[in-house]
């Protein structure tokens, strides 16, 4: 039986790609108005209160410093994954954010926190993703393709 990955390797990827992607542009305000019910934050002031929620130890400033490095991170894993460049490295990326993210939900709201969102779905499936050595459809098989 041959194992062939291509459909659900791309879906995993274009999923996981997009769950970076949206959250940074709820964010910024791409998504909506803070309060309108469709968004999580919808300006960067709301997200960075969120943010020093999960790390209640450290100033403003020093959640600004966080929030910011992790949306650049999310922006690279995102763009990264859904194009397929340096996937497997992209998904430990992912992995690793989104584990940290859990264990600081875990301290600041409790240990349900993280269920209440698909943060262990994500940090496994990135996880599964940079198991996988071949990627059809992406830029790294298109790179490293044999002459």
């Known amino acids: 039986m041959k194992n062939s990955n291509g459909i659900p390797q791309l879906f995993l990827r274009i999923a996981l790609g997009l ?25 960067w002031d709301h997200f960075i209160d969120y943010t020093n929620t999960l790390i209640p130890f450290a100033s403003r400033s020093v ?14 894993i995102g763009i990264c994954l859904i194009a397929g460049l340096k996937i497997k490295l992209a998904a430990i990326g992912a992995a690793l954010i989104t584990a940290t993210f859990a264990v ?15 943060v262990f779905v994500f940090t496994g499936g990135a ?21």
């Open 104 to 118: 600081f939900m875990i301290f600041a709201s409790g240990i349900g926190a993280p269920f209440q969102y698909p």
């Open 127 to 147: 996880l599964l993703l940079s198991t996988i050595d071949n990627f059809k459809w992406s830029l790294d098989s298109y790179i490293n393709k044999p002459n």
């Open 63 to 76: 959640a600004n410093i966080f929030g910011l490095t992790a949306t650049i991170a999310e922006v690279i």
């Open 19 to 43: 769950g970076f992607i949206l959250p940074v542009m709820d964010r910024i305000g791409l998504m909506g108005l803070p309060g309108s019910g469709k968004v999580a934050w919808g300006d």
